[in-house]
């Protein structure tokens, strides 16, 4: 993987206190949270930006409601001063959210995506930036989901829902990579 330029912006998706309620059920990727802090801190370290994305649902039910415990970004994950918080609404960033124009405004090219579900705002959110052209790596093992049926009604592991949805994005969206590889690009050659 070549050098990660100084604008590259690290993207932290929905990271917030709500994924942790039982009723997600079953998780793969228990190391996601350590691996996007460590993430966080290589970012800070070199002065590059991160933009942090929550998500405030408008649902009664929802954990993710703003005003529940579960609105709050996890430690892990807990935005530094000046550093931008993106709220939405929808299942992609980039939907009712001035993402792609603060990005544009500030010329930055290339995105480095982490967060939560890898299936849903993850996919969504690598989708929409492969298409507006930026350049997206999303880091695999700092991403998690959940286990769920198929359309079938045949039960998917979450490593299952997770391997699936990277097979979706790789190569056509996105390069998918690991928290390491992302590591040895921030450092001088």
């Not at 918080?85 to 959210?97: C, E, L, Q």
């Not at 993402?99 to 500030?106: K, W």
């Amino acid at each position: 993987m070549s050098p990660l330029p100084l604008d590259a912006v690290l993207i932290v998706i929905d990271l917030q206190r709500a994924i942790d309620h039982p009723s997600w059920g079953e998780r793969n990727n228990p190391e996601a949270e350590r691996h996007v802090a460590s993430l966080l801190h290589a970012w800070r370290s070199t002065g590059r930006p991160v933009y942090h994305i929550r998500h405030d649902s408008s649902e009664a039910a929802s954990h993710y409601r703003p005003g529940q415990p579960g609105n709050e970004f996890k430690p892990e994950a807990q935005p530094a001063v000046g550093e931008i918080v993106i709220v939405k609404h929808t299942n992609s960033a980039f939907i009712g959210t001035d993402l792609a124009s603060r990005l544009r405004d500030a010329n930055h090219t290339t995105l480095v995506v982490t967060g939560v579900i890898t299936n849903n705002s993850v996919e969504a959110t690598v989708r929409m930036a492969g298409n507006l052209g930026f350049e997206t790596f999303l880091v695999e093992d700092a991403t998690f989901t959940f286990g769920r049926k198929d359309w079938h009604g045949t039960w998917r592991t979450a490593d299952e829902v997770h391997a699936m949805s990277l097979a979706n994005l790789d190569e056509e969206y996105c390069s998918v990579v690991r928290t390491n590889e992302i590591l040895a690009a921030l450092k001088p050659a």
